[in-house]
């Protein structure tokens, strides 16, 4: 059974920086991605890299902002986020999908999920 820990999330004003961390257990050179949902919405994909980190995707809303990269020697996964908006808030959760090569971009493509963290941005 896989656990995902996500780590990192917190107030911050806009503009300012944030690096999400997301504690896989198992095996770990999984495709893996980033998810949001803030009150009252859809979750929404972020970003997500495959098992190799040779492939990441980006939600175009993030694009140029957020940096996704991984760690397999120590099962992790981070998400940089800089130029933060207001429009960031929301809960942060890392998905894994037991998929070496793919990158995918939609939620109902990832088998296990973390708990999630918040992330605040105040304008």
């Known amino acids: 059974q896989v656990q995902l820990v996500e780590s990192g999330g917190g107030l911050v004003q806009a503009g300012g920086s944030l690096r999400l961390s997301c504690a896989a257990s198992?095996?770990?050179?999984?495709?893996m991605g980033w998810f949001r949902q803030a009150p009252g919405k859809e979750r929404e994909f972020v970003a997500t890299i495959n098992g190799i980190g040779g492939s990441s995707t980006y939600a175009d809303s993030v694009k140029g902002r957020f940096t996704i990269s991984r760690d397999n020697a120590k099962n992790t996964v981070n998400l940089q986020m800089n130029s933060l908006k207001p429009e960031d808030t929301a809960v942060y959760f890392c998905?894994?999908?037991?998929?070496?090569?793919?990158?995918?971009?939609?939620?109902?493509?990832?088998?296990?999920w973390g708990q999630g963290t918040r992330v605040t941005v105040s304008s």
């Open positions: 998905a894994l999908r037991p998929d070496t090569f793919g990158a995918y971009t939609r939620p109902e493509h990832y088998n296990y």
């Open positions: 198992g095996r770990s050179s999984y495709c």
